[in-house]
Protein backbone atom coordinates (compact mmCIF):
# COMPACT_ATOMS: atom_id res chain seq x y z
CA UNK A 1 0.00 0.00 0.00
CA UNK A 2 1.26 3.34 -0.94
CA UNK A 3 1.40 5.45 2.12
CA UNK A 4 3.14 8.79 3.64
CA UNK A 5 3.07 9.38 7.44
CA UNK A 6 3.81 12.50 9.04
CA UNK A 7 4.95 13.14 12.50
CA UNK A 8 6.96 15.74 14.80
CA UNK A 9 3.76 18.36 15.09
CA UNK A 10 3.41 19.60 18.24
CA UNK A 11 2.72 22.61 20.19
CA UNK A 12 6.02 25.39 20.20
CA UNK A 13 6.88 28.89 21.15
CA UNK A 14 6.82 31.68 18.86
CA UNK A 15 10.41 32.00 17.18
CA UNK A 16 10.64 28.31 18.31
CA UNK A 17 11.56 25.31 16.08
CA UNK A 18 10.52 22.00 14.84
CA UNK A 19 11.19 19.59 12.41
CA UNK A 20 8.50 17.76 10.63
CA UNK A 21 9.07 14.32 8.77
CA UNK A 22 7.06 12.21 6.59
CA UNK A 23 7.86 8.10 6.02
CA UNK A 24 7.04 7.01 2.72
CA UNK A 25 6.33 3.52 1.64
CA UNK A 26 5.03 1.34 -1.07
CA UNK A 27 6.47 2.71 -3.68
CA UNK A 28 10.11 3.98 -4.85
CA UNK A 29 10.50 6.99 -3.09
CA UNK A 30 13.38 8.18 -4.92
CA UNK A 31 11.43 8.43 -8.25
CA UNK A 32 9.18 10.92 -7.14
CA UNK A 33 8.77 14.83 -6.54
CA UNK A 34 7.21 15.42 -2.74
CA UNK A 35 5.90 18.69 -1.34
CA UNK A 36 4.55 20.16 1.78
CA UNK A 37 0.85 21.57 2.00
CA UNK A 38 -0.23 23.46 4.82
CA UNK A 39 -3.91 23.87 6.39
CA UNK A 40 -4.60 26.24 8.63
CA UNK A 41 -7.64 26.05 11.00
CA UNK A 42 -10.75 26.62 9.02
CA UNK A 43 -9.08 27.21 6.27
CA UNK A 44 -7.92 26.48 2.94
CA UNK A 45 -5.10 24.72 1.56
CA UNK A 46 -1.36 26.35 0.72
CA UNK A 47 1.11 25.01 -0.70
CA UNK A 48 4.32 25.60 1.08
CA UNK A 49 7.39 23.83 -0.54
CA UNK A 50 8.63 21.28 -3.39
CA UNK A 51 11.57 19.06 -3.43
CA UNK A 52 12.71 17.15 -6.62
CA UNK A 53 13.21 13.57 -6.78
CA UNK A 54 16.57 14.04 -6.30
CA UNK A 55 16.66 16.95 -3.80
CA UNK A 56 18.52 19.27 -6.58
CA UNK A 57 15.52 21.66 -7.12
CA UNK A 58 13.43 23.15 -4.23
CA UNK A 59 10.95 25.55 -4.10
CA UNK A 60 8.95 27.39 -1.37
CA UNK A 61 6.32 29.91 -1.07
CA UNK A 62 6.99 33.50 -0.07
CA UNK A 63 5.29 32.99 3.39
CA UNK A 64 8.10 30.21 4.10
CA UNK A 65 11.10 31.10 2.34
CA UNK A 66 13.93 31.76 4.61
CA UNK A 67 12.53 30.33 7.55
CA UNK A 68 11.93 26.75 6.48
CA UNK A 69 14.25 24.18 4.78
CA UNK A 70 12.47 21.07 2.74
CA UNK A 71 15.02 18.07 2.68
CA UNK A 72 15.35 14.60 1.79
CA UNK A 73 16.64 10.99 2.33
CA UNK A 74 16.28 8.69 -0.78
CA UNK A 75 18.21 6.13 1.77
CA UNK A 76 15.41 6.47 4.26
CA UNK A 77 12.51 7.03 2.02
CA UNK A 78 12.28 10.11 4.13
CA UNK A 79 11.44 13.87 3.72
CA UNK A 80 11.53 16.43 6.34
CA UNK A 81 10.61 20.03 6.95
CA UNK A 82 12.85 22.26 9.17
CA UNK A 83 10.62 25.05 10.46
CA UNK A 84 12.69 27.93 12.31
CA UNK A 85 10.97 31.44 13.42
CA UNK A 86 7.62 30.17 13.83
CA UNK A 87 4.86 32.55 14.03
CA UNK A 88 1.27 32.34 15.23
CA UNK A 89 0.40 32.54 11.55
CA UNK A 90 2.36 28.72 10.86
CA UNK A 91 -0.31 27.40 13.22
CA UNK A 92 -1.78 24.56 10.59
CA UNK A 93 -2.09 21.21 9.98
CA UNK A 94 0.91 20.27 7.69
CA UNK A 95 0.93 17.18 4.87
CA UNK A 96 3.34 15.69 2.70
CA UNK A 97 1.96 15.11 -0.78
CA UNK A 98 3.63 12.78 -3.47
CA UNK A 99 3.74 14.07 -7.31
CA UNK A 100 1.07 11.58 -8.97
CA UNK A 101 3.61 11.07 -11.92
CA UNK A 102 7.06 9.86 -12.10
CA UNK A 103 7.83 12.35 -14.59
CA UNK A 104 6.70 15.54 -12.20
CA UNK A 105 2.94 16.24 -12.93
CA UNK A 106 3.11 18.35 -9.95
CA UNK A 107 -0.35 16.74 -9.02
CA UNK A 108 -0.74 15.40 -5.90
CA UNK A 109 -2.02 12.52 -5.74
CA UNK A 110 -0.92 10.36 -2.30
CA UNK A 111 -1.47 12.56 0.99
CA UNK A 112 0.04 11.70 4.38
CA UNK A 113 -2.92 11.99 7.12
CA UNK A 114 -1.39 15.57 8.36
CA UNK A 115 0.30 16.58 11.82
CA UNK A 116 -0.63 19.13 13.47
CA UNK A 117 1.63 22.41 14.61
CA UNK A 118 0.16 25.01 17.26
CA UNK A 119 2.77 27.48 17.69
CA UNK A 120 1.38 29.74 20.64
CA UNK A 121 2.80 30.94 23.99
CA UNK B 1 2.37 35.86 -7.86
CA UNK B 2 -0.95 33.68 -9.93
CA UNK B 3 -4.12 33.68 -8.57
CA UNK B 4 -6.57 30.90 -8.52
CA UNK B 5 -10.33 32.60 -7.78
CA UNK B 6 -13.05 29.95 -6.94
CA UNK B 7 -16.68 30.40 -5.83
CA UNK B 8 -16.96 30.12 -2.11
CA UNK B 9 -19.90 27.48 -2.28
CA UNK B 10 -22.11 25.87 -4.81
CA UNK B 11 -25.26 24.31 -4.05
CA UNK B 12 -26.72 21.71 -5.77
CA UNK B 13 -29.62 18.84 -5.40
CA UNK B 14 -28.98 15.23 -5.48
CA UNK B 15 -28.88 13.80 -8.80
CA UNK B 16 -28.45 17.43 -10.44
CA UNK B 17 -25.23 18.05 -11.78
CA UNK B 18 -22.37 20.74 -10.18
CA UNK B 19 -19.84 23.07 -11.75
CA UNK B 20 -16.97 24.42 -9.85
CA UNK B 21 -15.30 27.02 -11.63
CA UNK B 22 -11.46 28.33 -11.30
CA UNK B 23 -10.75 31.41 -12.69
CA UNK B 24 -7.02 32.88 -13.38
CA UNK B 25 -5.64 34.31 -15.88
CA UNK B 26 -5.11 32.29 -19.12
CA UNK B 27 -5.27 29.76 -17.08
CA UNK B 28 -6.24 27.40 -20.56
CA UNK B 29 -1.84 27.92 -20.98
CA UNK B 30 -1.55 25.38 -17.29
CA UNK B 31 -2.37 21.91 -16.13
CA UNK B 32 -5.17 22.02 -13.30
CA UNK B 33 -5.51 19.51 -10.70
CA UNK B 34 -8.40 19.24 -8.64
CA UNK B 35 -9.42 17.83 -5.05
CA UNK B 36 -11.71 16.79 -2.84
CA UNK B 37 -11.43 17.21 0.85
CA UNK B 38 -13.93 16.35 3.56
CA UNK B 39 -14.07 17.24 6.83
CA UNK B 40 -11.10 16.12 9.01
CA UNK B 41 -10.01 14.18 6.11
CA UNK B 42 -6.60 14.56 3.52
CA UNK B 43 -7.70 16.00 0.57
CA UNK B 44 -8.32 13.40 -2.50
CA UNK B 45 -6.91 14.20 -6.11
CA UNK B 46 -10.05 13.69 -8.59
CA UNK B 47 -9.12 15.30 -11.64
CA UNK B 48 -5.10 16.02 -13.17
CA UNK B 49 -4.18 17.59 -15.84
CA UNK B 50 -7.31 19.46 -16.83
CA UNK B 51 -9.72 16.54 -17.02
CA UNK B 52 -7.34 13.02 -16.46
CA UNK B 53 -9.41 10.92 -13.68
CA UNK B 54 -7.48 8.96 -11.21
CA UNK B 55 -8.13 5.50 -10.94
CA UNK B 56 -11.26 5.00 -8.21
CA UNK B 57 -12.24 8.28 -9.07
CA UNK B 58 -15.76 7.62 -10.49
CA UNK B 59 -16.61 8.77 -13.98
CA UNK B 60 -19.13 11.52 -12.70
CA UNK B 61 -16.08 13.45 -11.70
CA UNK B 62 -14.96 15.73 -15.40
CA UNK B 63 -12.92 18.66 -15.95
CA UNK B 64 -12.39 20.98 -18.56
CA UNK B 65 -10.05 24.14 -19.08
CA UNK B 66 -10.56 27.15 -21.12
CA UNK B 67 -10.07 30.59 -20.99
CA UNK B 68 -9.35 32.23 -17.80
CA UNK B 69 -11.76 29.64 -16.51
CA UNK B 70 -11.39 26.15 -15.45
CA UNK B 71 -14.41 24.28 -14.30
CA UNK B 72 -15.19 20.70 -12.21
CA UNK B 73 -18.20 18.96 -13.39
CA UNK B 74 -19.89 16.51 -10.94
CA UNK B 75 -22.86 14.77 -12.98
CA UNK B 76 -25.90 13.14 -10.73
CA UNK B 77 -24.41 14.80 -7.29
CA UNK B 78 -24.72 11.99 -4.60
CA UNK B 79 -25.05 13.26 -0.78
CA UNK B 80 -21.46 11.22 -0.43
CA UNK B 81 -19.95 14.50 -2.98
CA UNK B 82 -20.69 17.12 -0.38
CA UNK B 83 -16.94 18.60 0.49
CA UNK B 84 -14.39 21.48 -0.11
CA UNK B 85 -13.16 21.27 -3.48
CA UNK B 86 -9.72 23.04 -4.76
CA UNK B 87 -8.12 23.58 -8.01
CA UNK B 88 -4.18 23.66 -8.24
CA UNK B 89 -1.74 25.09 -10.71
CA UNK B 90 1.89 24.82 -11.04
CA UNK B 91 3.31 28.45 -12.25
CA UNK B 92 6.31 27.88 -13.78
CA UNK B 93 7.33 30.98 -14.35
CA UNK B 94 7.16 31.87 -10.49
CA UNK B 95 9.92 31.58 -8.11
CA UNK B 96 6.48 30.30 -5.56
CA UNK B 97 5.17 27.87 -8.00
CA UNK B 98 2.64 26.13 -6.32
CA UNK B 99 -0.95 27.79 -6.36
CA UNK B 100 -3.99 26.63 -4.85
CA UNK B 101 -7.72 28.20 -5.35
CA UNK B 102 -9.14 28.98 -2.36
CA UNK B 103 -11.68 26.45 -1.99
CA UNK B 104 -15.51 25.76 -2.72
CA UNK B 105 -17.59 24.30 -0.20
CA UNK B 106 -20.23 22.01 -2.39
CA UNK B 107 -23.47 21.43 -0.33
CA UNK B 108 -25.95 18.80 -1.49
CA UNK B 109 -29.34 19.90 -0.78
Known amino acids: EVQLVESGGGLVQPGGSLRLSCAAS????????MNWVRQAPGRGLEWISYISSSGSTIYYADSVEGRFTISRDNAKNSLYLQMNSLRAEDTAVYYC??????????????WGQGTMVTVSS | SYVLTQPPSVSVAPGQTARITCGGN??????VHWYQQKPGQAPVLVIYYDNGRPSGIPERFSGSNSGNTATLTISRVEAGDEADYYC????????????FGGGTKLTVL
Open chain 1, 26 to 33: GFTFSNYE
Open chain 2, 26 to 31: NIRSKS
Open chain 2, 88 to 99: QVWDNSSDHPGV
Open chain 1, 97 to 110: AKDALGRGSKAFDI
